[in-house]
């Protein structure tokens, strides 16, 4: 969809263009965490709807590291509290919800189980989400 122009100045654009959107911190403790245990993995796997930040191909799990501020965590209190483009982020941000509910619908359909964390989870609970996603492939077959 097509969303209205966003109103922005020179500091703003240049502190957005340093916004990191592959292999951040969380999603590259995860990968460590995963390949230290023997768990082998594809990076940011087109193949797959929404690009998973990490692919268990073997298991067909994919895994997402999501931002809260772009895949709205917590979005309907947050939204109160934009104060700059405030329309413009709604929608922005409404869209990318939707798009990781269809993507997870697809990924279902194709026999694929979507696991998704918040980035600041991963970044103070790394270990419990090793645990979830260890959990998830030792019963996936009962999924």
């Not at 502190?15 to 993995?41: C, D, F, P, Q």
């Not at 109160?80 to 869209?95: A, F, S």
Request: charge should be positive; proline fraction near 3%; hydrophobic fraction near 30%.
């Amino acid at each position: 969809m097509k969303h209205q122009q966003l109103k922005t100045s020179p500091e703003i654009s240049k502190r957005m263009s340093h916004v990191k959107t592959k292999r951040n911190s969380a999603e590259v403790m995860i990968a460590k965490s995963l390949w230290h245990r023997g768990y082998r993995y594809r990076l940011n796997y087109k193949a797959l709807p929404g690009s998973p930040d990490i692919a268990l191909t073997k298991y067909r799990i994919a895994i997402f590291i999501d931002g809260e501020f772009w895949h709205g965590k917590d979005f309907e209190q947050r939204k109160t509290k934009l104060k700059n483009n405030k329309d413009y982020w709604i929608e922005k941000i409404k869209e990318n919800i939707d798009r990781d509910l269809r993507n997870d619908k697809l990924l279902r359909q194709m026999d694929w189980y979507p696991i998704h964390f918040w980035s600041n989870d991963v970044i103070k609970y790394c270990n419990q989400c090793i645990d979830e996603i260890i959990y998830t492939i030792e019963n996936r077959e009962n999924m």
